[in-house]
RNA sequence: GGGUGCUUAGCUCAGCCGGUAGAGCAUCGCCCUUACAAGGCGGGGGUCGGCGGUUCGAACCCGUCAGCACCCACCA
């Protein structure tokens, strides 16, 4: 083995053998257990969240796997509608073409295009991640098996009365000009202006204001002055007595030669502006609601691209909305029917993936409807709609959210739902299976044959198929089915469905994982999966998320493989849709990352992610950390260099090597016992935090018993054994040296899959085990015989007596190599005992000679001395330490003793404690107190003692 | 306007059923001790956001305030 562990060597050999292997399929009989891919957009490569996710399913999977359930990780990618449309749109842009140009066809087999690009990119990305999963599953959300779901999926909900079609509000993104669903909308307080607009009163009227004042005027505030045009009514409230007497009376609507009713209605805020509000339903939601019950007609003012339409007067017709707000506020300004402008902020509505400003645009859409028919497909269990089963089995515990705190903003959101417009003007996604004849009829079916037969419709009548596509959303909520070969009933979907986690981020509760479990629930009679684990977003080292445009993302890949300062700065400024930015991200790369990224592999790219994966937190992405975590892949590539050089048949040659600690009558050595006992309790807390997914928890136990016992004690501990001990005893040690570790990288393979692999290749062996990839080992469990609490006793007891040593070699500044002499006073005879058995260990681990017991009346030299309960453990001074430095350890020690002793003190003086705590806490508290006591009696004396030498 | 989460060492974070605060990184000292200098050994470093309450005992439970973050919502 090499000195270093060299991680893209091994993951590269490893990943090509696991896939000759084909040891990724489900195999076996055991229990079934799946997890879908959340499908990555193939709108470019996977990023940092990607690899978290990735890391905590492959754990999940490669666990369960090796626990020999049937387990399956079915892969696969997401169309993902606008957001590749975009990408591609851009990219043409970028040679000066655009989708208009290229017709439809053309513009689609682009995309087509651009999909394998990424698609190519992202299997690799995953491959190189180590996630094991089915690649012979692999399924695309527009795949014509997957299509035919998608078909089957509304023709199915719309035979349930549960799709229609209406002209309604929906929010239009004027540069995309497609509708998007209220999901995709972000509301964002900017600044904007209140405009206060007069508009005159019809046929003499007038209104008084607070002063009395009679105005021929009634004064409406707005923050979009240029909606004017399709104002429909003023509105006030209707106990507002400023207006009672002007109900039912009409304005005159400014540069549109209109009349407007002044209507009441309870939506009115009366003390926001002047309590009367201008009405323009074609343009505003409440305005809508409002217009609804008012019967107002609706006036729709815009282009689909937010220009002013041919509905409104000549003056403004094209102007883009902004020109026409300015042009409408001069005309207005110059018939002095502008009252007054304030600065004001205001919630502008913006497409998630444009930014643009969106519109409340009336159109023709499909929608899903979630709030309010009834089922007409007479289906059993009371459904009133389709979000009833979807909460129930949340509420009931048939879906868990891990953690548990998610449910409460599932619940919230369903209960408040709206219905969902599924219909987009886009070309790119799943055409809705909708056909129309001239009359405008609409036909639903699977195709437009089964729509001929479906209505009776002659092969003559002239059909064409709405050139909308579905919502994205529309098809990956029935992911966890469709991959598994819904709609028919495959073996597959009977074993795997439902599946058992899913895990993805909060941000897509509402789009992908509410919509999974109500289509799950109504399409597949079972909840999609028993468990949702909800991961936190990845950050970057402020805090701030990760975004091209921030110019803070990293490429896991980078992470794992390296990346020079300059090459990530290249990355990072390249090809921003603000290029000033540049500057900025550079600086800020330089600051975060001044020497660039240090290999370090995806094993501890992977740890990392797992180490830093806390109860759902967001994790801010620490290179140090992945470096450490790369120091530790390190640490366990040469604790196995150093078992195997100890245990390899040609080095072993002299001693039986392993077989069986504790066959053959060897007795086990105290340290074996122990070691093994503690590998013992790591299986059992490794079950517990798979069980709860608590991966920080499980990366961290993992860690400190590779690092803080196998390493520093068992390794040390074992090293008297192998160079000094009979061959029986070196053969039990090999024995243990071998199985500990075997054992160990099976507890580590779920998390850092390519180094255990390669070290257990050659462990395997040595251990008895034979099998062409740990892959398939079966997972630790922990043997309860074997927890040995004498052992652990003993070994805590071993740790006290180095740590004491090294304690007072480590303040003396003395040399670790130089070997010290120990004297020890007070032995009783549990420490003579096993001072007795585990004399050598403590000679080589201690660098100390045979430490000699005094006799009840021999002279204590003037040493350093430390305390091992009652016995003193003495170091002599005599040319090594230097008399001020050990008094001033001891004040130390004294000083921290004396402290926390009267602290102990203080409580157990306190009549309230020795009533109210239980009696075990108060002895333990006494016994304390009572071993301070006399520790600080011992050091007190020593102190003295050193003093007048 | 509702809701959720967070605040612990210089930094990033653990801390389970309430019983004397932990890790990694960073830092300081001694060491190239044949598994590992990507290492070993030792040290220093915390009023657990503030205040109040419950309790024999609070980082942990309750209340409150402050700050930060996020989510939802139709105030022109």
Redesign the pocket.
């Known amino acids: 083995?090499d000195?270093?562990?060299?991680?893209r060597a091994v993951e590269d050999r490893w990943r090509e053998r696991w896939s000759e292997l084909d040891a990724f399929a489900p195999r076996g009989s055991g229990a079934p257990y799946s997890i879908v891919i959340p499908p990555p957009n193939v709108t470019g490569t996977l990023h940092m969240g990607h690899a978290f996710q990735h890391t905590i399913m492959d754990a999940l999977t490669r666990y369960h796997r090796m626990r020999g359930e049937r387990t399956l990780w079915q892969p696969g990618t997401d169309h993902a509608g606008i957001a590749t449309q975009m990408v591609v749109e851009r990219n043409l842009k970028r040679e000066g073409r655009s989708r208009s140009e290229l017709g439809r066809d053309t513009f689609v087999a682009e995309i087509w295009k651009w999909k394998e690009h990424s698609h190519a990119i992202i299997t690799s990305q995953i491959r190189r991640l180590g996630s094991s999963v089915d690649w012979s599953r692999e399924r695309f959300t527009m795949d014509p098996g997957y299509e035919r779901a998608v078909v089957e999926h509304f023709v199915r909900l719309h035979d349930a009365g549960l799709i229609y079609r209406g002209k309604r509000l929906v929010n239009w993104d004027p540069v995309l000009q497609t509708a998007i669903s209220?999901?995709e909308?972000?509301?964002e307080?900017e600044d904007g202006h209140?405009w206060h607009l007069r508009y005159p009163l019809a046929d003499g009227a007038s209104y008084r204001d607070e002063r009395g004042q009679s105005h021929d005027y009634i004064v409406?505030?707005?923050?979009?002055p240029e909606?004017m045009l399709g104002d429909a009514a003023v509105?006030v409230?209707p106990e507002d007595p400023r207006y009672r007497g002007l109900v039912g009376k009409e304005v005159v609507l400014p540069l549109c030669d209109r009349r407007l009713p002044i209507i009441a209605d309870e939506?009115?805020?009366?003390?926001?502006?002047?309590?009367?509000?201008?009405i323009t339903p074609a343009h505003?939601?409440?305005?809508y609601?409002v217009g609804q019950r008012h019967d107002l007609p609706l006036t729709n003012i815009f282009t689909a691209s937010a220009r002013i339409a041919d509905t409104a007067p000549a003056a403004y017709r094209g102007l883009d909305r902004y020109e026409a707000r300015e042009s409408i506020v001069r005309d207005l300004q110059a018939l002095g029917l502008v009252d007054r402008i304030e600065p004001?902020?205001?919630?502008v509505p913006r497409g998630d993936r444009t930014g643009s400003v969106l519109e409340p645009w009336l159109t023709d859409q499909w929608f899903v409807d979630l709030t309010r028919r009834q089922l007409t497909d007479g289906r059993p269990g009371g459904w009133t709609a389709i979000t009833e089963p979807a909460l129930a089995a949340v509420r009931e515990g048939r879906i868990h959210f891990v953690?548990d705190?998610?449910k409460?903003?599932y619940f919230?959101?369903l209960e408040?739902i709206?219905d969902w417009c599924i219909s987009r003007q886009l070309w790119w996604g799943h055409r809705i299976p909708a056909w129309y004849d001239d009359e405008g009829n609409i036909y639903v079916a699977r195709s437009e044959a089964e729509a001929r037969t479906r209505y009776g419709l002659k092969p003559s009548l002239p059909l064409r198929q709405d050139p909308d596509v579905f919502d994205t959303w529309f098809s990956s909520d029935i992911w966890p089915l469709a991959t598994l070969g819904w709609p028919d009933c495959t073996s597959e979907l009977r074993s795997f469905y439902p599946t058992s986690v899913l895990v993805t981020g909060?941000?897509i509760?509402?789009f992908w994982v509410a919509r999974m479990v109500m289509m799950g629930l109504y399409l597949g009679d079972e909840v999609p999966f028993r468990d949702v684990f909800i991961t936190g977003l990845v950050?970057d080292?402020?805090?701030?998320?990760m975004s091209k445009s921030k110019g803070n993302v990293l490429d896991p890949l980078d992470v794992a493989d390296g990346i020079t300062l300059d090459a990530l700065l290249a990355k990072r400024t390249s090809g921003l849709m603000q290029p000033a930015m540049a500057p900025k991200i550079a600086a800020k790369t330089r600051k975060d990352y001044p020497k660039g990224l240090?290999?370090?592999?995806i094993d501890?790219l992977r740890f990392t992610f797992a180490?830093?994966a806390?109860?759902?937190?967001?994790?801010?992405?620490?290179a140090?950390?992945a470096?450490?975590?790369?120091?530790?892949?390190?640490?366990?590539?040469?604790?196995?260099?150093?078992?195997l050089?100890?245990c390899e048949p040609a080095e072993a040659a002299s001693a039986p090597t392993v077989g069986t600690a504790g066959a053959a009558g060897i007795a086990s050595s105290l340290p074996d016992r122990w070691i093994r006992s503690r590998l013992q309790r790591v299986a059992l807390d490794a079950a517990?935090y798979f069980a709860d997914y608590?991966f920080?928890?499980l990366a961290?136990t993992l860690?400190?018993f590779v690092?803080?016992e196998?390493?520093?004690?068992y390794?040390?501990l074992s090293?008297p054994t192998l160079s000094d001990g009979t061959p029986a005893e070196r053969g039990a040690t090999r024995g243990t040296l071998v199985e500990v570790l075997e054992a160990t990288l099976r507890l580590l393979h779920p998390l850092m899959p390519f180094i255990t692999e390669d070290i257990w290749q050659r462990v395997a062996p040595l251990a008895g085990k034979t099998g062409a990839t740990i892959m398939l080992q079966p997972y630790p469990v922990a043997d309860e015989a074997r927890i040995d609490p004498v052992a652990e006793g003993d070994v805590e007891w071993l740790k006290a007596f180095?740590?004491a040593v090294?304690?007072i070699?480590?303040?003396m500044?003395?040399?670790?190599?130089r070997r010290l002499p120990v004297l020890l006073r007070n032995a009783d005879d549990g420490d003579r005992e096993r001072l007795a058995r585990l004399q050598a260990a403590i000679g080589t681990v201690a660098?100390v000679d045979p430490p000699r017991v005094l006799g009840p009346e021999e002279p204590e030299p003037p040493a350093a001395a430390a305390l091992l309960g009652d016995m003193k453990i003495l170091v002599p001074m005599a040319g090594l330490i230097d008399k001020d430095a050990e008094l001033s350890r001891l004040d130390?020690l004294i000083a921290?003793i004396e402290?926390?002793?009267e602290?102990?003190l203080q409580?157990l003086g306190?009549?309230?404690?020795?009533?109210?705590?239980?009696p075990e806490?108060?002895d333990?508290?006494r016994a304390?107190?009572a071993?301070?006591r006399s520790e600080l009696a011992t050091l007190t004396a020593q102190r003295e003692r050193i003093r007048t030498l």
């Open positions: 083995m000195k270093t562990f060299e991680p209220d999901l909308v972000k509301q307080e209140l409406v505030a707005t923050t979009r909606t509105a409230h939506y009115v805020d009366r003390s926001f502006g002047t309590g009367a509000v201008k505003d939601f409440n305005d609601a004001h902020k205001l919630k953690p705190s998610w409460t903003t919230h959101w408040n709206q909060f941000d509760i509402f950050r080292p402020e805090g701030n998320k240090a290999p370090v592999g501890a180490a830093l806390t109860n759902g937190r967001d994790i801010r992405f620490d140090g950390r470096a450490g975590y790369r120091n530790f892949c390190n640490k366990l590539w040469n604790a196995s260099r150093f078992v050089m100890n517990r608590r920080d928890l961290r860690y400190e690092w803080n196998f390493c520093d004690w390794l040390e090293k180095v740590l090294r304690q070699r480590g303040e500044d003395i040399a670790p190599g660098r130390k921290r402290r926390d002793l602290r102990n409580r306190n009549q309230r404690f020795i009533a109210g705590a239980p806490v108060v333990k508290e304390r107190v071993g301070q």
